[in-house]
């Protein structure tokens, strides 16, 4: 199907509740037309990994019975949501994308996961994901074209919203993996402040996001609030704040247009998109600056043109002992890629990672310095549409991306800066979306931003 932003309707949950409490529709319902779609869908698009549909029936049976009650748990009560499986479910297994972990059942619910059922969520399966959450594809494909890349690690988080699946669905970041399927599949997703969302047992990495994806901006922020105000955030870290319901607008003044490393490699289609958006917000008396404006920009940008490298080394460095023991395990049921990462973490010393922690700090602190610059940075979520699946841009020697180019992603993963990807953009026929980011712990004021863009710009269309 081709797509394009100015029709295209995503699933949505938060503008059902209504009729679920005047007793016109039902969550389960709701769900039946979630497992429809599925049905009609899923064996071109392979999102799903596993599905309890029997356990999803009976949690919204239950939901049902508390609509009709008046004593519903949430804002979230009755949603249908599919979960990364990175994360653990009592329920389903958990295999990470990795025949390593085939079978793997720990009978447990992440924290995310307590949350959501604590809420009244429906939990009803697990999503794929690209192994071990790297970079190696598993089968999703794009559910606006079969031939190309959903993006990954959160492969099947970011084409079960854009198939209508699903109203929401959990994904991880690190390098690329939230961000990246949510420009190429037309959702809107929040990847947080780094540490204000709890990941449970995924606490190994000092990159690792969770990213929360959604057909519309009301259902991203309600899934991240209502699971950050019963989980709480990482060990040591504050958690999300804002307010429970979606923040208010917030119409910027100023913007920092933030360029990359992989500026150059944008095509001409998808630089006219992202310009018909920069136009729009001009003539809405919002002041664009970029790097030629203001020296503390340059210096950012220079600080950030090293990102994937910075994140490829941190990632390398941290998992390396993990992945030593999946290696001597079976090295063989490891991916080309995967080894390529465990042998860039084995030529890494202590005192490389230090330097790489030392460009990291660097980059932080002249982020820090935009602040009284602008309200937000803006800039694109992909270097442009989802390629075809095989093609490999992006990739690092032995460690091959074959999920579409992270280098508009890594920014904000070194920063542990919350970005936010907005579907406003098809180029050729294929979503592309535009990106904010936020000072940390400014989420919600970054939500309240780009609500006020997906309420007061016109989504743009480019052909290819």
Known sequence: MTYSPRSFKALSFHDARAAFLDGRDTPRAYLERCLETIAAR???????????????????????????????????DGMPIG???????????????SPLYAGNHPKRDSALVQALRQSGAIVLGKLVTTELGMS??????????????????????????????????????????????????????????????????????????????????????RVAIEIANRAGGDAGYPGLYGPVEPPATVRPSRLILMQTAGWSDVD????????????????????????????????FENAVVDSSFIVRDLLSYESRMAWENLYAQNPDKLSPSLIGRLEVGRQLTPRDYRNV????????????????????IVTLSSVG??????????????????????????????????AISIP????????????????????????????WMGENLVPVEVEG
């Open 42 to 76: 899923d064996s071109v698009v392979q999102a799903w990994v596993v599905r309890n549909e029997e356990g999803a029936r009976a949690a919204a049976d239950a939901a049902t019975e508390r609509y009709r009650r008046g004593q519903t748990l949430s804002p979230l």
């Open 136 to 221: 190696t594809a598993g089968p999703t494909t794009n559910p606006f074209d079969p031939k190309r890349t959903p993006g990954g690690s959160s492969s099947g988080t970011g084409a079960a919203i854009g198939a209508r699946m699903v109203p929401a669905a959990i994904g991880s970041h690190a390098w690329g993996s939230g961000l990246r399927p949510a420009s190429f599949c037309a959702n809107y997703t929040l990847k947080p402040t780094f540490g204000a969302i709890n990941r449970g047992e995924r606490q190994g990495s000092s990159l690792s996001h969770i990213s929360v994806h959604a057909g519309s901006l009301e259902d991203m922020w």
């Open 385 to 418: 549409p989802a390629p075809l699946m095989g093609t490999t841009g992006g990739s690092d020697g032995k460690i091959t991306h074959t999920t579409g180019d992270p280098v508009f992603n890594a920014p904000s993963s070194i920063l542990g800066a919350p």
């Open 268 to 299: 001409a289609a998808t630089h006219a998109a992202l310009d018909g958006l920069l136009e729009q917000l001009r003539g809405q008396g919002v002041k664009i600056v970029d790097r030629t404006d203001d020296p503390l920009i340059e210096a």
């Open 424 to 451: 406003l953009m098809g180029v050729g026929g294929m979503p592309v979306g535009l990106q904010l980011m936020g000072q940390p712990h400014a989420d919600a004021r970054l939500a309240g931003i780009a609500r």
């Open 83 to 97: 979960i990364k499986d990175l994360f653990e479910t009592r329920d389903m297994p958990t295999q990470m994308g």
């Open 357 to 376: 922690l030392a460009q990291r700090d660097n980059a932080r602190r002249l982020h820090a310095a935009l602040a009284p610059l602008a309200d937000a």
